[in-house]
């Protein structure tokens, strides 16, 4: 998360705040989503370094706690914020469902990347080679975009709706 006086990222962040704690809808959207974005500035620090530079240890840290996070994030999500989205969107005449629809299928996804993303982490973290640093790095690329997209979307679309 970021250090609220400095404004820089703090590279310590760890396993999910709590999450079910009373917050309105929008700010724990808000808070899950700077959650994940930490985790994606840490990933993308990870595919910087490679093949060189890697830390190990971040990588071990980060395997640790990327899947466990992603499904308590999203499992928070579709509780307490589509459960939220669905009701406001009930009381409009134009309600359209299938963006839940589109998240949750997204989610279910993540979550598998995320276990790819792991596993891999877990063998740099334990000494693996790694053969082929341009995969490797697609792949961490490819995981951390598609949540900042997914955020983006939610932003665009999600926030503007609790928010009322």
């Known amino acids: ?24 809808p929008a700010a724990l959207l808000r808070r899950a989503h700077g959650f994940k974005l930490d985790l994606c500035h840490a990933l993308e620090r990870i595919a910087d370094s490679l093949p ?40 409009s005449a134009d309600a359209d469902m299938e963006t839940l629809r589109r998240l949750k299928a997204e989610h279910v996804e993540d979550q598998c990347f995320a276990d790819e993303v792991t596993e891999t982490l877990l063998g740099i973290g334990h000494g693996q080679a790694i053969d082929n640093a341009e995969a490797v790095g697609f792949m961490l690329r490819g995981f951390f975009e598609t949540m900042r997209r997914h955020i983006a979307f939610e932003r665009a679309h999600i926030l503007p709706i609790l928010d009322r």
């Open 1 to 24: 998360m970021r250090n609220v006086a400095t404004g820089s990222m703090d590279t310590s962040f760890s396993s999910p705040f709590p999450l079910d704690n009373g917050l309105p």
């Open 52 to 91: 060189d530079n890697i830390d190990r240890m971040e990588c071990l840290r980060i395997a640790n706690m990327l899947a466990p996070a992603i499904r308590r994030i999203h499992a928070c999500e579709e509780k307490h914020i589509f459960t939220a989205y669905a009701a406001v969107l009930a009381a």
